[in-house]
Nanobody
Framework: VQLQASGGGLVQAGASLRLSCAASGRTFGTMAWFRQAPGKERESVAAISWIGNSKYYADSVKGRFTISRDNAQNTLYLQMNSLKPEDTALYYC?????????????????????WGQGTQVTVSS
């Protein structure tokens, strides 16, 4: 399956953005958002199980970001509120279509076999 991320942009601190990730077909299994800031390693941001009843958030985004999915529309979302300059990064969506939900596995890049191209989020202070 191919993934297409969108919704990034340049905003001021405190603003909100909603990222979307459209899949070319059905995406069974865990989906996630990762991000990579310049000069840093790619890190996990959030993940969600197939039916949405299990979610994971990195400590740095808890209470500000919300991950959701619409399986009927084959779309993954990331609602980002109260954005901070340290949220500036290239955001990637990913899908793991091989296994069910596992919290440890959901945080790891290696678990995902499909990746979107990334959408840039820049937060100015």
């Amino acid at each position: 399956v191919q993934l297409q991320a969108s919704g990034g942009g340049l905003v001021q601190a405190g603003a909100s953005l909603r990222l979307s990730c459209a899949a070319s077909g059905r995406t069974f299994g865990t989906m996630a958002w990762f991000r990579q800031a310049p000069g840093k390693e790619r890190e996990s941001v959030a993940a969600i199980s197939w039916i949405g009843n299990s979610k994971y958030y990195a400590d740095s985004v808890k209470g500000r970001f919300t991950i959701s999915r619409d399986n009927a529309q084959n779309t993954l979302y990331l609602q980002m509120n109260s954005l901070k300059p340290e949220d500036t990064a290239l955001y990637y969506c990913a899908a793991d279509q091989t296994t069910g939900w596992n919290l440890v596995r959901a945080k790891k890049q290696q678990a995902y076999n499909s990746w979107g191209q990334g959408t840039q989020v820049t937060v100015s202070s």
